[in-house]
């Protein structure tokens, strides 16, 4: 029994972090497809105060990405935080990941614990490296597979970070056993996905460039963006429902 309880507290836990990466990318998505300033950042149209609000609007999903984040026995907070600045970093470059970076680094800092220096440089690093990747890219979003291996990579930087900074290292270890995997996986999926429909949205609008040259409107919603919204709506409820389910089994074995 306590075999089968521990398989089904380690699934909860991987359900819930799914469920609610489901949830922040099924946000991102109506914010990116809905509100015109976060466009004109992507189409590379933006004013300074459109920057602003973008690496406001990206700041509060990454801390966002900490609050939904599932507390470990370690004192760690397996969460989704480096998302946001991965993909504002991809988007807007270097300096509006960092930006993103350092807001939920520095929340993630004052919130203490054995864990906040390195997890909060790992996030500010997460967005200064995207940054980067989108110099080296020429500007261009990653494809949907070299966004998901550049989300595993900085996942897997952020474990190095930790092991570096933490001890003693089996302490360290325990931390990144305990909580990378799911972030790896988690992040990866939020990556790719905010990559297909970043993709999706910029393609049609890049070839009604040359008829529409001030880009000051939104531009429609193509046949791909659509059926990749109803497809999250869609697995959000999944997960969702999977998630009260095991939560029931979980309670009715703990008080039959």
């Known amino acids: ?8 507290a380690l699934l909860a836990e991987y359900l819930e972090l799914f469920a609610h ?3 922040f990318i099924f946000v991102f998505m109506e914010i990116i497809t809905r509100i015109a300033t976060i466009q004109r950042v992507i189409f590379k149209k933006a004013m ?3 920057y602003i609000i973008f690496v406001t609007v990206f700041g509060l999903f990454s801390i966002f990405g900490t609050y939904i984040g599932s507390p470990e026995s370690s004192g760690a907070i397996t969460n989704i935080r480096d998302l946001a600045p991965m993909v504002a970093g991809l988007v807007g470059g ?8 350092l807001i939920g680094g520095i929340h993630r800092l004052l919130l203490g614990g054995a864990t906040c220096v390195p997890c909060s440089l790992a996030t500010i690093f997460a967005g200064l490296i995207a940054g980067l990747v989108y110099k080296l890219n020429k500007g261009k979003m990653l494809g949907i597979i070299p966004a998901i291996l550049f989300a595993a ?23 990144v056993l305990e909580t990378i995997p799911q972030m790896i996986i988690a992040v990866s999926l939020g990556m790719g996905i905010s990559a297909v429909i970043i993709n999706s949205i910029k393609e049609p609008a890049h070839l009604m460039g040359k008829s529409n040259d001030s880009g000051c409107s939104s531009p429609k919603l193509d046949e791909t963006t659509n059926s990749i919204l109803l497809g999250e709506k869609r697995i959000l409820t999944y997960f969702l429902v999977w998630l009260r389910t095991l939560t029931f089994i979980k309670r009715f074995q703990e008080h039959p």
Do not use: Q, R, Y
Not at 153 to 175: K, M, N, Q
């Open 21 to 23: 990466t489901e949830i």
């Open 153 to 175: 990579s900085i996942e897997l930087l952020h474990a190095g970070v930790v092991l570096l900074i933490i001890s003693p290292f089996t302490f360290a270890l325990d931390i």
């Open 94 to 101: 270097p300096v509006v990941g960092t930006a993103v970076g």
């Open 48 to 50: 300074m105060k459109d």
């Open 1 to 8: 029994m306590s075999t089968a309880n521990g398989f089904n």
